[in-house]
Every structure is written in structure tokens, then in C-alpha cells.
């Protein structure tokens, strides 16, 4: 039963060198929880677990969703795979899942499966530190301020010449308020901003957007960012409450394919 865990950069990541058997027990699961939260985003290299493991392990962090096939996503380009691909075209932009949801998903557990010659590489950006390295002066600017969020604003940023039909269908997603700073019940706060962020309640539409393309420049420099360079059979957690996260573009045809395993939200967005 191994166990050892060491930070990836000062600001993000942290590197567990375990085996299946300690993952599949529960035994660290705590630890791990606080590791999530402490550290944005967990990577086991190469540990291969088979979906069942993968499943059983995510049972030990918490509830999970149910999604794909007995709670397991492919998530792929190709719609062979993944019949709702064409939206996962818009992971590429920076995101956090669940926009929608007053309650977004704890995180999600990915496991590395096909990789593609080019792209396919993972990026996440910790939005506690963006946050708590804001000058105050922006802090006390921002903090009170709140954004809808949209799919258009998921998918603009790909399909930047969309027919009316694809503006029509991402206009049956109503669009949803939340604050720009989430204030987590532990007290600590994180910019709350991905693709989704269209403009900002109360202030002209082009100051807002601006303001957001400025905050998530700020959130998204290599101080606060990780990028996976995957190996087949690594795994890697994400934490969905404090992290931004975003694919290296690929092509659909490269077979690049991740399962996933998502844990359900415990915490109201504030
Ligand atoms: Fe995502």
C-alpha cells in the first residue's frame, strides 16, 4: 500500500504515486478529497485502472453521476463514440462543467485511453490562486459583481460563423446567473469565469465581455496552469469548483478517447 503525494507546480497539481489496490480501497480517500481542494487537480501516472476500478475508486471520493454507460463517458470528437461530440468542440476554450447547475459537479476523474499523435493534451488552471493573487484594488472591483452565462457563449468561440439553426438550438438554453467570485463555504474564494461567462449583470454588454476576457487572461496565466501531457493509462482529477480546464485541440479522426468519471456536486454555487 503505497501512498506519496508531491506538489507539480507551487500553485497547482500534485503528483500521487499509489497503486490500485490503495486507490479501490477507500483507504486514502480524505486525503485525497483535501488534496483535490488543496491542489486543483491530481495526476496518477500511469496506473491504469480498467473502467470497473476507475468506477469503484470515484465511489470511494464521492456520489457519482450517471452518465455513458453505467456512469463511464467516452469523451471523444468522434460522434461514432460520443453521439453529443459536436459539443465537446467548445472544450477546447477554457470551461469549467455544469454552468447551468446551481450545483456543478464536484469534479470529474479522466482516464487517459487512446491519445492522439497531435493535441489531445490537457490543460486546468487553478481560479483560488487567480483569485487570492488579484491585486485587492480588483478584488474589491469585482467581487460583488455577477454573469450569465450561456451556451452561445460555450460554442461562439468555435463556431464563429454559426448558421441560424445553431443559434436557435443554443438559444433553447436559458441563460444562467451566478456571481463572479464563488464564495465556498470553507471560506476561501475562486474567480468563477470560463467560455460559458457571456456578459455581466448590470454593465454594458462590450464593457462586460472585455472585463471578462481580462479576468480569465489574468486566471489563465502559467503560474496558476498545469498541462497533462498524457500517457495511456494515466489518471487525472480535476477539481470542477476551483479549476478551469480546456483540451488541446485534436482531430476527430485521431481516435483520442478519455473516460470519465464525474462526481455529483455538493455545493451551491455563492
Ligand atoms: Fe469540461
Redesign the pocket.
Known amino acids: 500500500m503505497t501512498f506519496a503525494a508531491n506538489d507539480i507546480t507551487p500553485l497547482i497539481g500534485a503528483r500521487i504515486e499509489t497503486d490500485k489496490a490503495t486507490l479501490v480501497s477507500g483507504g486514502r480517500a480524505q486525503e485525497i478529497r483535501d488534496l483535490l481542494e488543496r491542489r486543483g487537480v491530481l495526476v496518477f501516472p500511469k496506473i491504469d485502472l480498467t473502467d470497473e476500478e476507475q468506477l469503484a475508486f470515484a465511489r470511494t471520493l464521492g456520489e457519482i453521476v450517471p452518465q455513458g454507460e453505467k456512469g463511464i463517458y467516452k469523451v471523444s470528437l468522434d460522434t461514432k463514440v460520443t453521439p453529443t461530440a459536436d459539443y465537446l468542440r467548445g472544450?477546447v476554450l477554457w470551461?469549467?462543467?455544469g454552468w447551468a447547475d446551481d450545483v456543478p459537479a464536484r469534479g470529474?476523474i479522466l482516464s487517459g485511453r487512446v491519445l492522439s499523435p497531435v493535441g489531445g493534451q490537457t490543460e486546468f488552471a487553478n481560479t483560488y490562486a487567480a483569485w487570492d493573487a488579484l491585486p485587492e484594488e480588483k478584488k474589491r472591483a469585482v467581487e460583488s459583481l455577477k454573469a450569465f452565462h450561456t451556451m452561445e457563449g460555450t460554442q461562439r468561440g468555435v463556431f464563429t460563423n454559426p448558421s441560424d439553426e445553431m443559434r436557435a438550438d443554443w438559444a433553447r438554453y436559458p441563460a444562467k446567473l451566478h456571481p463572479l467570485v464563488w464564495t465556498h463555504r470553507s471560506g476561501r474564494k475562486s474567480l468563477l469565469l470560463g467560455s460559458s461567462t457571456d456578459w455581466i449583470d448590470g454593465m454594458d454588454k462590450e464593457a462586460g465581455r472585455a472585463l471578462i476576457a481580462e479576468l480569465q487572461a489574468w486566471a489563465t496565466q502559467p503560474q496558476f496552469v498545469y498541462r497533462h501531457e498524457w500517457q495511456v493509462g494515466d489518471m487525472v482529477i480535476w477539481d470542477n469548483c476551483g479549476s478551469l480546464?480546456r483540451v488541446e485541440p485534436y482531430p476527430a479522426d485521431s481516435g483520442w478517447r478519455m473516460h470519465r468519471v464525474t462526481l455529483v456536486g455538493e455545493e451551491p454555487i455563492a
Do not use: Q
Open positions: 472544450t470551461h469549467f462543467d470529474s480546464h
